[in-house]
Antibody
């Protein structure tokens, strides 16, 4: 079955960087786009970034454009999110998901807290 | 960007009741609409896609309807495990973008 396992979350000061990783299994990873979404505490869901199946195209939400970078390693079945210049408002649970129109598979999420 | 609106924001109900949640898109999304259920501390769970197609393991008391800009999720005979937040999501403009509604909380 499809499994998505996020890691790398933690507490970080504003302006610092953090790198999240997602390990995927149970499907042909190299055939699917991947994405990151996030959910701030007590808030709704926000799409963050997406990457094409071969890494050729990357898209970002307006709130993270220029600060976050999505990448993937098809040999390791992983997708990463490099987060730079973090802000307090980036505090959220970050979810990895396969790039389907709707989202049948979710990871458990990893919590990122940006605080001084 | 397509903006999704959900109403009501909160619905207070009792077990056994029938509830209807509404979702509206700022422009037509055809039938490219999904519904999710989220319980505290858990990732969202896909319930409905294509506006009305129920995911295999979702109980039959959940049903979705609508197309274009107006959609509903109906939960017949509400069970205690159904108390949660429900989100709608449009994917009409996928793969370039998709958007979620703000959610409806169903509580006691």
């Amino acid at each position: 079955q499809v499994q998505l396992v996020e890691s790398g979350g933690g507490v970080v000061q504003p302006g610092r960087s953090l790198r999240l990783s997602c390990a995927a299994s149970g499907f042909n990873f190299g055939n699917h786009g991947m994405q990151w979404l996030r959910q701030a505490p007590g808030k709704g869901l926000e799409w963050v970034a997406a990457i094409w199946y071969d890494g050729s195209n990357k898209y970002y939400g307006d709130s993270v454009k220029g600060r976050f970078t999505i990448s993937r390693d098809n040999s390791k079945n992983t997708v990463d999110l490099q987060m730079n210049s973090l802000r307090v408002e980036d505090t959220a649970v970050y979810y990895c998901a396969r790039r389907d129109g709707y989202i049948p598979y979710w990871g458990q999420g990893t919590l990122v807290t940006v605080s001084s | 960007e397509i903006v999704m609106t959900q109403f009501p924001a909160t619905l207070s109900v009792s077990p056994g009741e029938r509830v209807t949640l509404s979702c509206r898109a700022s422009q037509s999304v055809s039938s490219n609409l999904a519904w999710y259920q989220q319980k505290p501390g858990q990732a969202p769970r896909l319930l409905i896609y294509g506006a009305s197609t129920r995911v295999a393991d979702v109980p039959a008391r959940f049903s979705g309807s609508g197309s274009g800009t107006e959609f509903t999720l109906t939960i017949a005979d509400l069970q205690s495990e159904d108390f949660a937040v429900y989100y709608c999501q449009q994917y009409d403009k996928w793969p370039f973008s998709f958007t979620f509604g703000p959610g409806t909380t169903v509580d006691i």
